[in-house]
């Protein structure tokens, strides 16, 4: 490196003052050319990651002027809004007015914050969704998706103590429901709700609470988990999916500077840029239109954020007779299993994942080739019907807004949910495995008998054919570099020796599970079956057969002998 | 130079043996070259778009620091919409142009030949491995802990139990007075008057009329302490059915008033506000989970997630006239609780 | 003597005067003096068309005498002109066919004859009359107190802004955005349909006339002070658009991103 420009003799000593205080030399060579595959499904995460900078932002400015306490203050008479003028409320609600109104850009931090907070949610979500159907939670990153499933519990924490925080009727409601569910809790629920409160709701307590929980107590953990989440992703490095020079031995891709460094900082950038131009343009969250807590007023479209609307629609279709006492003690099924018993399996099932795939597979390698979803025909049936159950319970919380929207009777929204709850997850399911193995056997169609170009060619013996275009290796790599998994066979009751084998229930528990996920499958064509569909061809048009291997190659391709 | 490189080392470490049921990678595809690498007229287009976001974007920047100055918050709400138009616009476009401008500065271009690089097992080698267990026995060992299992049992006990002297004062402060019987009663008496909600005007009974409803708070609820927590259980819905469609339950003859009942307004499911009447079927709908209650029947529940009835004020009028309650309600108002049914010690209730 | 001196002197003179007098003082009272606080008045020929008009259009559901059919339609007597002003004004009567409740549509009379058909079914039985413009004028009213009034009374039906919401088995309160002054003061004091009914005991005038202040508040400026509004129905449709707009647009830029540059 030349040191005889300025920039070059300042760079190189900058580079010095660092690497003899902390070994940098050391850092730069292991990550500045670090690889990281590109592909636009990679990027969910980092809208979650970028919208969390975000709410910090602008979660930051809000501090400047919220004020978290309860105590009651009379709005000014002559100051904007003019509905809220001379109305008591707590100084919670009266400091998000006056930043709404009295703040320059401060009802456009709101709107940043709020929107920021959706898409946060929305990210995780979908980056969640990304990674179970690209099975990239399979060892070694099991532990990956425990980090970053305990981030979508923080995250869910995390909006729900901030839009609770101005103090308004809405938000105020889903604290009274909060605290019903609470005290619905047997033996304990009416000290859970006193522990909540500081007391009978709704106390003087419950903001200034939230506030720390929000600002102080969840980011940190948020923060130290994000942090974990990424140092994991750089250890295990990032995974890729199948294609041509892939193997689960490298990572292909571009290097981390320059190339990483603009298009993820690129992207950085539009993130802030969509929220902004949302938090401009699109109302969110106007509080003054609900007006500051009291428990008397509701109003119509009483719903959570989009993200707790799954707990809201369990609550909605859960019939109310199964609430019972025993020995005069009232134990509310009618609450607890929407509340806790569903959203607890549910999430069980979601967070315990890789670890029931791993037991059913017994695969105990590392992987870091990704699965196209349609190999997994099982995993992506399971994950589509999980998916289909929190849907259906958001659209069962919503039930009042179809109601108006379509012209429909609540009353029926409600039974047709609570069937579709019941019955749609399987539905989906059957429907997703069967879609996956279609799509299994077209690819081993396609393999072994190339694309349909939309040629006929009539032979002189009368024959027609239609001429198909074999696969380039590149092309058919991808359609063929997948694991058969095999389900576990089914063990023997007894030994080689005829003696009772003690872990054969376990065994067959395995097997049983293993064959639920791994019997119905289709498995990757052979370069022994693409020679026999060869051969067929060969055999079935003679002669012509080499016609039609020349005049439907084109282009740069090499002999396709194999 | 590190271990990078543009051709492919097929097999590594973590691959799977090679078979030959199984295809061989093809290798990558190569190197297909952008406009801006074979043209430099290509190239130089790019890095005048390029440029060009940026301006665009420096150019949004100072329109929103302009917009703080432009608009006052002090000249009605149209200013309020253009401030947080202006300041917002400028801080977007902003930061979306820079976002463009460094992805197309990417994509155009940097250098876009793909780079190779090797994976490496995350399981140590067995070499490592034993060191590393050697290392943890000899500490063990050293700490003595194996052979001592008095220190060990004593180490967890310790250790166990130190949390609970911040914990037992954290977790016994939150509930302020842990009275959880005062959620049993509310400050409706005998002779407590029905007032409207919120402005605590008088109510007579010739001013219900059928079809009417009434939002109620006790007479008096400006005075106590605690008004929300007191307001949060005392509301009642004040509704008037002809007395031919009123079923009066046995035992409350005398808590209605001439086809004027009383019901408490807090849910029996989650405790949202129970508001709306439906006038023509004389049912109240709760919005939050659509919970419907009968009021020409005692409240009882006809659809919807709550499983009890709405608690029921009874009701008389007072000598000068106006409606006043004749006792509290005769159970918890809102949502169950493990308790609610149990007698509380020292109340014959 | 001049003609105008012989005038003057007219025995009919005074009479004239008088007459002048009295229309000078009658017309600078009707300038000055403040509106009129006295409900609308119908004459006898409004009655007589009105009746006409109801036995032509609504007698078939309401009864000859407007004494309603069990099972078919209510009653209508003593529900006062201002209830009939309401439901033919807003179209909802006459009612084109069976549904859980009357929707709005376009009305099917004119503002002469509504007024002949409330004139007619007001003298049926004493009921509340079509109010007065005054009272349902919204610059006299506060629109704070309003939304104290409404918040309690009536967002839990209608949404907090009025945008509208469900009742049970198919019925639902309307969006109020489009409704006129005096149509939300009728509403309110005759409760049409499942909608209770607010007397002037439970709501006063000027409560009311507070409620429909609030309401027209909500469609100036303010109401768009952040941006668009998305149907003011809340968090539910925050979400749709967060997902639509929000990750559509950044999928959308990601997918951008990692495409391979031509």
């Known amino acids: ?562 | 130079m590190s271990n990078h490189s543009t051709e492919l080392e097929t097999r590594g470490e973590l691959d799977p043996a090679p078979s030959p049921e199984r295809f061989e990678n093809p290798g990558l595809p190569p190197h297909r070259p952008r406009l801006s690498d074979t043209s430099p007229e290509g190239s130089k287009r790019a890095e005048r778009q390029v440029a060009i976001i940026f301006g665009i974007s420096i150019l949004a920047t100072i329109a929103g620091v302009w917009g703080y100055f432009a608009f006052p918050m002090d000249a009605g709400v149209g200013n309020v919409r253009y401030s947080t138009l202006s300041i917002g616009l400028g801080l977007g476009i902003g930061m979306l142009g820079i976002g463009i401008a460094a992805v197309h500065w990417a994509k155009a271009l940097m250098s876009d030949v793909e780079v190779v690089d090797q994976r490496h097992p995350q399981r140590g080698d067995d070499a490592t491995r034993a060191a590393a267990v050697a290392d943890l026995q000899a500490g063990a060992k050293d700490s003595g802990i194996a052979r001592r299992p008095l220190l060990k049992g004593a180490l967890i006990t310790a250790v166990a139990i130190a949390p609970l002297s911040f914990l037992v004062p954290f977790v016994g402060n939150l509930g302020g007075s842990w009275n959880v019987n005062a959620m049993r009663h509310t400050m409706w008496r005998k002779g407590t008057r029905l007032a409207t909600d919120p402005d605590g005007r008088l109510i007579r009974p010739e001013m219900v009329t059928i079809g009417s409803v009434w939002h109620v708070i006790p007479d008096g609820l400006h005075e106590v302490d605690d008004v929300l927590a007191e307001k949060a259980k005392a509301i009642v819905l004040l509704v008037r059915l002809a007395p031919e469609d009123l079923k009066i339950l046995p035992g409350r003859e005398d808590w209605s008033y001439d086809g004027i009942v009383a019901y408490s307004k807090v849910c029996t499911h989650v405790g949202c506000p129970v508001a709306l009447y439906e006038q023509q079927t004389h049912h109240l709908l709760c919005p939050c989970h659509q919970s419907t209650f009968d009021v020409a029947d005692g409240a009882k529940v006809v659809f919807g997630p709550a499983k009890r009835a709405l608690p029921q004020l009874p009701i008389m009028v007072d000598d000068e006239g106006y409606l006043a309650a004749r006792d509290d309600f005769d159970e918890a108002v809102g949502p169950s609780t493990w308790e609610r049914q149990r007698p509380i010690r020292g109340e014959d209730y | ?262």
């Open chain 3, 1 to 262: 003597m001049t003609a105008l001196a012989r005038a003057r002197r007219h025995r009919l003179a005074p009479v004239l005067l008088m007459l002048l007098a009295l229309l000078a003082v009658g017309g600078v009272y009707a300038v000055v003096a403040p509106p009129a606080a006295v409900a609308e008045t119908y004459s006898a020929d409004d009655v007589a068309a009105g009746q006409k008009l109801f036995q032509a259009n609504c007698a078939s559901c309401h009864g000859a005498s407007a004494e309603g059919r069990d099972g078919v339609a209510p009653s209508l007597i003593g529900v006062g002109a201002a209830a009939v002003n309401f439901q033919v004004a807003t179209g909802r009567m006459p009612m084109a066919a069976q549904a859980p409740q009357a929707p709005t549509k376009t009305p099917q009379f004119n503002a002469e004859q509504i007024k002949q058909l409330a004139g007619w079914v007001a003298t049926l039985g004493p009921g509340p009359s079509v109010p007065t413009e005054d009272m349902v004028d919204p610059a006299r009213g506060d629109a704070a107190n309003g939304m104290l009034i409404f918040r309690t009374n009536c967002a839990m039906c209608h949404n907090a802004v009025g945008a509208g919401g469900a009742l049970s088995n198919g019925k639902y309160a309307p969006s109020l955005f489009e409704s006129t002054p005096t149509e939300i003061y009728e509403a309110m004091l005759t409760g049409p349909q499942s909608m209770p009914v607010f007397s002037d005991a439970n709501i006063t005038p000027e409560g009311k006339r507070d409620v429909i202040a609030y309401l027209m508040e909500q469609r100036t400026a303010q109401a768009g002070v952040g941006g668009a509004n998305l149907g003011a129905v809340g968090p539910v449709s925050e979400g749709l658009w967060v997902w639509v707009v929000g990750m559509g647009a950044l999928v959308a830029a990601a997918v951008w991103i990692g495409a391979k540059s031509s």
């Open chain 1, 1 to 562: 490196m030349t040191t005889t420009t300025p920039a070059a003799k300042a760079a190189a000593a900058t580079g010095d003052f660092f690497d003899t205080r902390i070994g940098a030399a050391k850092l730069v060579k292991e990550f500045a050319r670090k690889v990281f595959p590109d592909h636009w499904s990679f990027m969910l995460g980092e809208i979650a990651l970028y919208s969390f900078i975000v709410l910090l932002l602008s979660g930051t400015f809000l501090t400047m002027f919220f004020v978290p306490s309860m105590t009651e203050v009379h709005y000014p008479v002559d100051a904007l809004p003019t509905t809220m003028r001379g109305v008591e409320m707590s100084e919670a609600f009266a400091s998000t007015l006056h930043m709404s109104f009295h703040v320059r850009g401060g009802l456009l931090m709101r709107q940043i914050h709020h929107w920021a907070a959706l898409l946060f949610m929305a990210a995780i979500v979908t980056h969640m969704m990304r990674v179970f159907f690209t099975g990239a939670f399979r060892k070694p990153r099991e532990l990956n998706w425990f980090v970053g499933f305990t981030l979508l519990i923080l995250g869910l924490a995390a909006g729900f103590t901030g839009y609770s925080l101005p103090d308004d009727v809405l938000s105020g409601n889903g604290l009274r429901i909060a605290d019903g569910v609470a005290k619905s809790i047997p033996i304990l629920g009416s000290y859970v709700s006193f522990a909540l409160f500081g007391g009978e709701f709704p106390g003087h307590v419950i903001i200034p609470r939230l506030f720390t929980a929000h600002i102080l107590l969840v980011p940190a953990l948020i923060l130290s988990l994000v942090a974990v989440h990424l140092i994991l992703v750089v250890v295990h490095k990032h995974t890729q999916y199948p294609g041509p020079g892939r193997t689960n031995s490298n990572v292909v891709g571009y290097p981390l500077f320059p190339v990483y460094m603009a298009k993820a900082g690129g992207f950085f950038f539009v993130v802030f840029g969509v929220l902004a131009i949302m938090g401009a343009t699109l109302s969110i969250n106007n509080v003054w239109n609900y007006g500051p807590f009291d428990p008397s007023p509701v109003s119509a479209g009483a719903q959570p954020d989009w993200y707790m609307l799954f707990l809201e629609g369990a609550l909605r279709l859960m019939p109310g007779q199964t609430e019972f006492v025993v020995a005069g003690y009232t134990v509310p099924l009618n609450i607890l299993v929407p509340g806790v018993v569903v959203p607890g399996i549910l999430f069980t099932l979601l967070g315990a994942y890789p670890i029931i795939e791993a037991y059913a597979s017994g695969d105990k390698r590392e992987h870091h080739l990704l699965d196209r979803p349609r190999n997994v025909p099982t995993r992506t049936g399971v994950g589509v019907a999980v998916l289909t159950a929190f849907i259906i319970l958001a659209a069962a919380g919503s039930n009042d807004l179809i109601a108006t929207h379509f012209k429909l009777s609540i009353n029926s929204i409600t039974w047709v949910f609570r069937v579709l709850f019941l019955v749609g997850p399987f539905i989906a399911f059957i429907i997703t495995k069967r879609m996956c193995l279609a799509l299994q056997r077209r690819d081993r169609d396609l393999v072994l008998h190339g694309y349909e170009t939309g040629r006929v060619v009539r032979f002189a013996s009368g024959e027609y054919i239609e001429v198909h275009q074999p696969l380039t290796p590149q092309e058919r790599w991808v359609l063929v570099d997948y694991d058969p998994h095999k389900p576990l066979p089914a063990p023997s009751e007894t030994n080689a020796r005829g003696v009772a084998r003690p872990d054969y229930k376990k065994l067959r528990r395995q097997s049983r599970l293993s064959h639920f996920f791994f019997a119905d499958r289709v498995d990757p064509v052979t370069p022994a079956e693409l020679e026999a569909a060869h051969a067929h061809h060969a055999s079935a048009h003679g002669s012509d057969h080499e016609l039609e291997h020349e005049t439907a190659t084109a282009g740069e391709l090499e002999s396709t002998s194999v």
